[in-house]
């Protein structure tokens, strides 16, 4: 499984970055993706997600200001991010997982390395 993370940046706030995912070894159509985010100090966070069948979830932090996406075709995951903020500043990892009728939730077992997004002031 391998998933490469790109289009990080540093932008000033306000601004807007596109983020992509592209993703191989495994049959991407078939799992929720995902995007957590870690700032220095902080735990990670689940900023956004997608089922297989195109559902989406946000954290309340970047709800309304950003969107994920997928294209099965292109193996790719996108996540648009606009109105950037400062606090919005965090190395974005992309995430690949299934639903775990364990636990009840979806777990992301495989990560890609992270891209890093900065946000000035």
């Known amino acids: 499984v391998q998933l490469q993370a790109s289009g990080g940046g540093l932008v000033q706030a306000g601004g807007s970055l596109r983020l992509s995912c592209l993703a191989s070894?495994?049959?991407?159509?078939?799992?929720?993706m995902g995007w957590y985010r870690q700032a220095p100090g902080d735990e990670r966070e689940l900023a956004a997600s997608?089922?297989?069948?195109?559902?989406?979830n946000y954290s309340d932090s970047v709800k309304g200001r950003f969107t994920i996406s997928r294209d099965d075709a292109k193996n790719t995951l996108y996540l648009q991010m606009n109105s950037l903020k400062p606090e919005d500043t965090a190395v974005y990892y992309c995430?690949?997982?299934?639903?775990?009728?364990?636990?009840?939730?979806?777990?992301?077992?495989?990560w890609g390395r992270g891209t890093l997004v900065t946000v000035s002031s």
């Open positions: 070894g495994f049959t991407f159509y078939s799992y929720a």
């Open positions: 997608i089922t297989r069948g195109g559902t989406t």
């Open positions: 995430v690949a997982g299934r639903y775990s009728r364990e636990y009840l939730s979806y777990e992301y077992p495989y």
